[in-house]
DNA sequence: AATACGTGGGC
DNA sequence: TGCCCAAGTAT
């Protein structure tokens, strides 16, 4: 057995890697079934990098089956890298609605001015230079250069993390970023100098279709025969991931403000942090408002009940921050709750009306039918949904 | 290094 | 229902 000794990559960990002929031989199993049963992709059809390096950004913590329309369509919308250099922030940020991490479309609107700037409009082809481009990490470096332009550079996602972590029972968590490199070291020695890029794909392909993280069956892997995790009946061990901390709550009210016209105050959010640049109704945080001492909000929130002594507060807080006077338009409150990934907002939101003219800082009047051109956070759609359904309710 | 950053699907 | 998961990156 020869032996990766990860201490020269500044790691004492050691892993027991196959010989040349076996490593041979698992490249062949690998790429012979990928040949046969890899999965049919838009962005396979041929190795143009725009449209690799667009798929790879979708797919960064997003599911192949949720990209599939997002990708298709963005490529009809932005068919080259000059197009998608020369649309707004506002165009390509709508064109994400609803995918999520939208601070990917912003880092890839700026990388594709990054390489007509720098590169001529062509995409560098080395792993360094695509690292400098915005929103290019390590994986994604990997994924184009190998991908694109048959460069041998592992391309190391949580898919070939599990993959190799349970091939070589690899007990190292895969959540810890010091831990990624053991990983990229053990992809670099497994990948064929012909075809590097299909290796990374078979390897993702396999932990996708196959190993995957529950409902494993690497009985019916091509390459069992090397899956140490397999032959040892270990593989519900692997790979170890850090279980993640609960989301944090954050209560908020959701202003809901029609005015004369029937049009809604729509607010664009800060062009950084959570949902940036993301409209929504105008949303204020429960320590926005000025509390009551006997935790009057916060028992609202379970009971939602009557909102007269909140909604005065709720009121005074509009009229200072936003300049416009608002009447409560009845006391039916909607409970809205949406889930992120680190945190929760429970959501009452309520409906107000205003004779006010005025157009408050980062702000929009709107008429229902022209929300189609702003772009939504799913939170967004959630609370129009809920007052969709409140106003057919209503007509009755 | 640890945390912020979305969403939808599966069980 | 609640929790885990999915082709990570920026700071």
């Known amino acids: 057995m020869k032996i990766i000794d990860i201490k020269t990559?500044?790691?004492?960990?050691?892993?027991?890697?196959?010989?040349?002929?076996?490593?041979?031989?698992?490249?062949?199993?690998?790429?012979?079934?990928?040949?046969?049963?890899?999965?049919?992709?838009?962005?396979?059809?041929?190795?143009?990098?725009?449209r690799i390096w667009i798929s790879e950004i979708m797919l960064q913590q997003t599911q192949v089956d949720t990209v599939i329309p997002y990708f298709n369509h963005f490529m009809e919308k932005f068919p080259s890298i000059y197009k998608l250099a020369e649309a707004s922030k506002e165009e390509v940020l709508k064109a994400w609605?609803?995918?999520?991490?939208?601070?990917?479309?912003?880092?890839?609107?700026?990388?594709?001015?990054?390489?007509?700037?720098?590169?001529?409009?062509?995409?560098?082809?080395s792993f360094d230079e695509l690292q400098t481009l915005k929103g290019i990490g390590p994986y994604t470096a990997g994924a184009i250069a190998s991908m694109a332009f048959n460069q041998k550079v592992p391309a190391v996602d949580g898919n070939v993390m599990r993959v190799v972590s349970r091939l070589f029972e690899i007990d190292l968590d895969i959540k810890r970023p010091k831990?990624?490199?053991?990983f990229f070291s053990v992809v670099y020695h497994l990948l064929d100098e012909k075809r590097p890029g299909d290796c990374n794909q078979a390897l993702m392909d396999l932990g996708a279709t196959i190993m995957t993280p529950k409902a494993s069956r690497p009985d019916l892997s091509p390459v069992k025969a090397f899956?140490?995790?397999?032959?040892?009946?270990?593989?519900?061990?692997?790979?170890?991931?850090?279980?993640?901390?609960?989301?944090?709550?954050?209560?908020?009210?959701?202003?809901?403000?029609?005015?004369?016209?029937?049009?809604?105050?729509?607010?664009k959010r800060p062009d950084n942090g959570l949902l940036a640049n993301m409209w929504t109704f105008p949303l204020v945080a429960e320590n926005d408002l000025q509390k009551s001492k006997d935790g009057k909000i916060a028992k609202m929130f379970n009971d939602t009940l009557d909102i007269t002594d909140e909604f005065e507060k709720i009121k005074a807080f509009m009229l200072e921050n936003y300049?416009?006077?608002?009447?409560?338009e009845n006391d039916i409150v909607h409970h809205v709750r949406h889930i992120f990934?680190?945190?929760?907002?429970?959501?009452?939101?309520?409906?107000?009306?205003?004779?006010?003219?005025?157009?408050?800082?980062n702000c929009?009047?709107?008429?229902?039918?022209?929300?189609?051109?702003?772009?939504?956070?799913?939170v967004q759609t959630k609370l129009i949904q809920a007052l969709t359904e409140h106003i057919q309710t209503t007509l009755f």
């Open 364 to 378: 929009e009047w709107t008429a229902a039918d022209k929300f189609g051109q702003y772009a939504f956070p799913a």
């Open 97 to 125: 609605e609803g995918l999520g991490y939208y601070s990917r479309a912003a880092n890839l609107h700026i990388a594709a001015q990054q390489v007509i700037e720098n590169y001529e409009g062509k995409m560098p082809n």
């Open 323 to 328: 300049s416009i006077n608002i009447h409560l």
């Open 227 to 267: 899956d140490a995790s397999y032959l040892n009946e270990s593989w519900e061990h692997y790979p170890v991931v850090a279980k993640a901390k609960a989301p944090k709550l954050i209560r908020k009210w959701a202003i809901v403000v029609k005015n004369e016209d029937g049009q809604y105050l729509l607010e």
């Open 9 to 50: 990559l500044k790691n004492e960990y050691k892993i027991d890697i196959w010989t040349s002929t076996q490593i041979r031989q698992f490249q062949k199993q690998l790429l012979d079934w990928y040949d046969e049963h890899q999965r049919l992709l838009p962005w396979r059809e041929n190795k143009d990098p725009y």
């Open 341 to 361: 990934s680190h945190l929760v907002w429970e959501i009452l939101m309520i409906n107000t009306t205003t004779n006010a003219t005025n157009t408050p800082q």
């Open 179 to 182: 831990n990624f490199k053991v």
